[in-house]
Every structure is written in C-alpha cells, then in structure tokens.
C-alpha cells in the first residue's frame, strides 16, 4: 500500500479511475496512492501511520497511563 495525505492536490496529477476505486473514498480526505499520483508541481505529502502500529502505540499509552 502506497498511500499519501496530500497538502495542495495541484501539485499532483489529477485523480485516475483506477486510483480512484482503489482508495474507496479516502480521496475525500486528501488521500492518492504514490505508486500512482505523478508529481506536476510542487507537492507536500505525509505518510500516515500503519492502523496496526496506532492501535500498538495506543494500547501503550493506556497500560502507561494505568501503572502511574
């Protein structure tokens, strides 16, 4: 999985069919696949972190937060 956040949009290519239904509406929240989106301009992308390593990171801070 590829998946950015990006800041602008316009500094990357408009949106494909094809990337388009494989993000399943994630577009909406400013979200393009790199292996797809090709740079046009300049661009600011963040890479979102992995659902599993939150929900681990998650979990940490609460069984910190317990033993204080």
């Known amino acids: 999985m590829c ?3 990006a800041a ?3 500094g990357l290519s ?3 069919l094809n990337e388009k239904l494989k993000l ?3 577009e909406e929240m400013g979200y393009r696949l ?3 989106a090709k740079i046009v301009g300049n661009a600011t992308v963040t890479i979102p972190e ?3 390593k939150a929900a681990v ?3 940490l801070a ?3 937060e317990e033993e204080l």
């Open 57 to 59: 990171r998650e979990q």
């Open 3 to 5: 998946k950015v956040i």
């Open 8 to 10: 602008d949009p316009a």
């Open 34 to 36: 790199a292996c797809q």
């Open 50 to 52: 992995d659902p599993l």
């Open 62 to 64: 609460r069984m910190k």
């Open 14 to 16: 408009p949106l494909s």
């Open 24 to 26: 399943g509406g994630l």
